[in-house]
């Protein structure tokens, strides 16, 4: 696999025919005779940042010279002088034009039409054709300007522009301004400096331009996604990251005093498993925050990213070993791994070599490999209660790292090819640079994967040591479970980091811990007696009842005793039965959601590295741990919830999911931001897969109890002779299929939904040369 990975590099890397120049410069005026119509519009309705659409038309007659050119299309150089005379030289990198320009044959005339958008976010000036605005994050309006290309300086411009109510402001030239309060608008005229023939050598001229005074969210927005503001909002996300190992490798601490000699494998394997998770965290939060308050183009990143390379290597070898991989394996790689990274040492006396190329495509492979099979060795040994190495688990891992250091050089050249303009710059193969910044960008996207391990760690932890062997609550265990899972699934999904969490656990302290004071569970009632709560006896009193049929009273009744004390009589057997119970419903409703989600937000946006595999095993996983750890928590704070059947229990778990969602949701509506109705559909569709799993644990524990009874009605007993007494089961999960269906046309229909076209800056350093480089 390294040897594949090392031709794949060596491929990318090598010449696949000449590149295209920069178009040649054309004179100033080419088309002096052309009438151009701009309309650029500045939306924020139903939009998470300000977007610019830059809609041009620009009409040449027949007679003047060069305009056979634009018929010759892209393809040939006079096309591409001709085209970057209309349209300009360059492209911006955040600058999203989804097809070509479109060039219309008319009566006399040359038609040519062109669309381009932009949003403003993580950039200082966005960019949209001929028009920029440039942000100003102290207070200030910000300046909105239409300039010329070399080649339409003399040509006759219509401008409209297109802002909400009251941002448009300073129209310059104001004569001819003409305002209605929500757009300005200049008849056709040639700009003001060129009619009298005085042009620079400048390649751009300024035709007209405008202030804009944006509403308070689109300020907020742009000081959030503002380089200078980035180093305190990446540092807050790590932080948070962070917190979370450290809170829990707090919880699977080593005990003191008498119980640290009755503590069980299975506790100790958990701790190890969780010890060098917070130093992977630091790592990449490090360097997202060393990115941050860097210059891009800083001379010092390619040693930095050296030196973050050999340290995260080191860090990578020893994590390996405490996650169980044979040492001499790990020894191995870690010398390859070395010797790859010492023939990369940033050097521009000795140029770059098919050698240097082949190093850093194998020090990429083996810092992936150990990444890739130490994670699922750690899963593996918490999951399976075993410490021996499979051999499928090297041909997965080597096959994976393969995938992912091939992937990132395919993400390059499709993000290289999203921003060319006529062919130009060239396609950038230096593989030893890209991947000299590849195992930084490998952390941070692999991180969250990773910290699976620590919701494999606190459920083996828990199901098998901490409370089964002595008299403690399982109720912290239940919150901790219900923490890491679903609550920090809607954390990470919708992106709304520290301010998410405090609301998350207002939300359990207030729904999990003050309900139960307020309305005390069953076991909890004085009339209860919990001194035998053995399931066989629980059932021959329920059993009793049914028989005897005893006036109904303000305490609880044996059959409320069976059913608070759960299917199995202990939480680890609760929390199984509820487990097996959420399988198929979370089945259903995860997999309409994750469809829904690849379908709505774009998996490869554009000028991003992001793994796209990374990401779709990342969301996967932890949609998976949201049900299963749901429904894990469900069942071991069972018997310490309110409630005297299963959708009353269930009712704490759902108010406390549905806390940050809603809240963010209506927050977002009440500023005018995007209607986006995902949310609300994964929130629905968990209240329903809830109450379902709550009333199968319900019926579960009365198993058996009815035999005695005179209750089954005559629908129930028609059921049971055809055979479809499991009738009201399936009955539900059809509805649950039918909701998840109503929800994914919910998501798709109830809103359009924004995403930023080029987020820029993302986690991890610019490749250097950013001339040739992937924007980042």
């Given at each position: 696999m390294t040897a594949v990975a090392v031709i794949g590099a060596g491929w990318f890397a090598a010449p696949h025919g000449p590149d295209e120049g920069r178009p040649s410069a054309c004179d100033p005026g080419t088309f002096r005779e052309a009438e151009v119509d701009l309309r650029v519009q500045v939306a924020v309705a139903g939009l998470d940042y300000p977007r610019i659409t830059s809609d041009v038309r620009i009409t040449v007659p027949r007679a003047v010279p060069g305009v056979e050119n634009l018929l010759a299309g892209t393809e040939s150089e006079s096309g591409r002088t001709a085209f970057a005379c209309l349209l300009g030289p360059d492209r911006s990198p955040s600058e999203v034009r989804n097809s070509p320009p479109a060039v219309v044959i008319g009566e006399g005339v040359v038609v040519i039409t062109h669309?381009?958008?932009?949003?403003?976010?993580?950039?200082?000036?966005?960019?949209?054709?001929?028009?920029?605005?440039?942000?100003?994050?102290?207070?200030?309006?910000?300046?909105?300007?239409?300039?010329?290309?070399?080649?339409?300086?003399?040509?006759?411009?219509?401008?409209t522009l297109i802002a909400p109510d009251r941002w448009l402001s300073a129209p310059r030239p104001w004569r001819s301004a003409e305002s209605?309060?929500?757009?300005?608008?200049?008849?056709?005229?040639?700009?003001?400096?060129?009619?009298?023939?005085?042009?620079?050598?400048?390649?751009?001229?300024?035709?007209?331009?405008?202030?804009?005074?944006?509403?308070?969210?689109?300020?907020?927005t742009a000081r959030a996604?503002?380089?200078?503001?980035?180093?305190?909002?990446?540092?807050?996300?790590?932080?948070?990251?962070?917190?979370?190992?450290?809170?829990?490798?707090?919880?699977?601490?080593?005990?003191?005093?008498p119980a640290a000699s009755f503590e069980s494998v299975s506790a100790r394997r958990a701790r190890r498993a969780v010890r060098p998770l917070p130093y992977l965290v630091v790592i990449a939060g490090t360097q997202a925050v060393i990115d941050a308050v860097l210059p891009t183009n800083a001379p010092a990143w390619p040693v930095i990213a050296w030196i973050a390379d050999a340290i995260l290597l080191v860090l990578l070898a020893s994590t390996a070993l405490l996650w169980w991989l044979p040492r001499t394996a790990v020894a191995a790689l870690a010398v390859t791994g070395a010797a790859a990274l010492a023939l990369t040492v940033p050097d521009q006396s000795n140029g770059r070599t098919w050698l240097t190329d082949a190093a850093a495509a194998t020090a990429a492979f083996t810092i992936s490999l150990l990444l890739v099979v130490g994670v699922g060795k750690a899963l593996f040994v918490l999951l399976r209660s075993r410490t021996d190495t499979p051999r499928w688990l090297w041909w997965v891992g080597a096959t994976a790292a393969t995938v992912l250091i091939l992937e990132e050089l395919l993400l390059t050249l499709c993000n290289q090819e999203r921003r060319q303009w006529l062919d130009y710059p060239p396609l950038f193969r230096d593989t030893s640079q890209i991947y000299r910044y590849y195992p930084l960008d490998l952390l941070d996207e692999a991180a969250w994967p990773a910290l699976l391990i620590t919701c494999a760690a606190v459920w083996r932890y828990w199901a098998e040591h901490w409370f089964e062997h002595g008299h403690r609550s399982p109720l912290r265990a239940a919150i901790v479970l219900f923490a890491i899972g679903p609550i920090w699934w809607d954390v990470q999904l919708w992106g709304i980091w520290w301010w998410a969490w405090l609301l998350g656990f207002a939300a359990i302290a207030v729904f999990w811990l003050l309900w139960p004071k307020l309305w005390p569970p069953v076991l909890a009632h004085p009339a209860v007696d919990t001194d035998d709560?053995?399931?066989?006896?629980?059932?021959?009193?329920?059993?009793?009842?049914?028989?005897?049929?005893?006036?109904?009273?303000?305490?609880?009744?044996?059959?409320?005793?069976?059913?608070?004390?759960?299917?199995?009589?202990?939480?680890?057997?609760?929390?199984r039965t509820a487990i097996r119970l959420v399988a198929l419903p979370a089945f259903i409703a995860g997999t309409g959601l994750t469809i829904t989600k690849w379908i709505t937000?774009?998996?490869?946006?554009?000028?991003?590295?992001?793994?796209?595999?990374?990401?779709?095993?990342?969301?996967?996983?932890?949609?998976?741990?949201?049900?299963?750890?749901?429904?894990?928590?469900?069942?071991?704070?069972?018997?310490?919830?309110?409630?005297?059947?299963?959708?009353?229990?269930?009712?704490?778990?759902?108010?406390?999911?549905?806390?940050?969602?809603?809240?963010?949701f209506l927050l977002t509506r009440a500023y005018g931001g995007v209607p986006d109705w995902?949310?609300?559909?994964?929130?629905?569709?968990?209240?329903?897969?809830?109450?379902?799993?709550?009333?199968?644990v319900d019926l579960t524990a009365l198993d058996g109890t009815h035999e005695a009874a005179h209750r089954s009605g005559r629908l129930h007993r028609i059921l049971t002779a055809l055979g479809?007494?499991?009738?009201?089961r399936w009955f539900i999960e059809a509805v649950t299929l039918v909701a998840t269906l109503l929800a994914i046309w919910t998501a798709l229909t109830g809103g359009d939904a924004s995403f930023p076209t080029a987020p820029a800056d993302t986690v991890g350093p610019p490749i250097a040369n950013p001339a040739h480089a992937p924007h980042r």
């Open positions: 669309r381009s958008t932009t949003d403003v976010v993580h950039q200082s000036t966005a960019w949209a054709d001929f028009t920029s605005v440039q942000v100003d994050t102290t207070g200030r309006p910000w300046r909105l300007a239409v300039d010329s290309p070399i080649g339409l300086r003399f040509a006759a411009w219509e401008v209605d309060g929500t757009q300005l608008q200049w008849p056709r005229s040639v700009p003001t400096a060129s009619r009298d023939g005085a042009l620079t050598t400048s390649l751009e001229y300024r035709v007209v331009s405008a202030e804009l005074r944006p509403d308070a969210r689109s300020t907020t996604t503002d380089r200078m503001h980035k180093p305190f909002t990446w540092g807050v996300y790590w932080l948070s990251a962070l917190i979370f190992c450290l809170v829990v490798r707090w919880h699977v601490r080593a005990p003191r005093g709560l053995r399931p066989e006896h629980l059932r021959h009193q329920a059993r009793q009842w049914y028989a005897d049929r005893p006036p109904r009273g303000p305490a609880p009744s044996a059959v409320h005793v069976l059913i608070a004390a759960g299917p199995g009589g202990t939480p680890t057997s609760t929390a937000y774009p998996l490869v946006p554009v000028g991003r590295q992001h793994s796209v595999i990374l990401s779709l095993v990342d969301t996967i996983a932890w949609e998976a741990a949201k049900w299963l750890l749901a429904a894990a928590a469900l069942g071991m704070a069972w018997r310490h919830l309110p409630g005297r059947r299963g959708p009353t229990k269930a009712l704490p778990l759902i108010l406390a999911y549905t806390a940050a969602p809603v809240t963010l995902i949310p609300l559909a994964d929130v629905g569709l968990f209240v329903l897969v809830m109450v379902f799993v709550a009333l199968r479809l007494d499991a009738l009201p």
